[in-house]
């Protein structure tokens, strides 16, 4: 199953809709560390590097959801059933919203749901939550290369 949809992500009809999906994410991803206090207060409160990190970290984290859309698109053209794996990307997104976003609103949500902490005491400007996104991410990703894999056709 793995060659119908890698032939499938090769076509231009999925190249054109890689490329939307990777701009898509990386603008959140972008919008999100301005939300944090943007760039120019990363480089003055712990230098450059953290922003060369944060940079690499939104361009592997918005490829890995692309494709992650992609490969789920690619498994339903083929088989007609939806990826199971394919749900860790919004999830990944989704704490990326809300650990990123403005303090006061997500201390508002959070202890609406129970839970009274803030994000804004971690270090590197909220990295570790960066981090622990990218490994949702990496998670879904493998999930859905199992499914691929071991996806069979409806024939």
């Known amino acids: 199953m793995m060659y119908e949809v890698k032939d499938r992500l090769k076509t231009s009809k999925f190249m054109l809709v890689g490329l939307l999906f990777f701009s898509f994410f990386i603008g959140i991803y972008t919008t999100l560390d301005y ?8 480089v003055s409160d712990y230098g450059t590097y953290l ?8 361009v592997v984290m918005a490829l890995v959801s692309a494709l992650m859309f992609n490969l789920s698109t690619a498994l339903f053209d083929v088989t007609k059933k939806e990826g199971k794996g394919t749900f860790m990307t919004m999830v990944s997104v989704l ?4 650990t990123y976003g403005c303090t006061s609103c997500v201390i508002s949500f959070f202890a609406v749901i129970g839970i009274t902490f803030s994000v804004a005491v971690l270090p590197f400007a909220g990295l570790p939550y960066k981090l622990l996104s990218l490994v949702i991410l990496a998670i879904g990703f493998l999930w859905l290369l199992k499914e691929v894999k071991n996806a069979k056709c409806k024939i």
């Open 35 to 42: 939300f944090n206090g943007g760039y120019a207060k990363m």
């Open 51 to 58: 922003v060369i990190i944060n940079v690499i970290l939104n």
């Open 95 to 98: 704490f990326g919203v809300l």
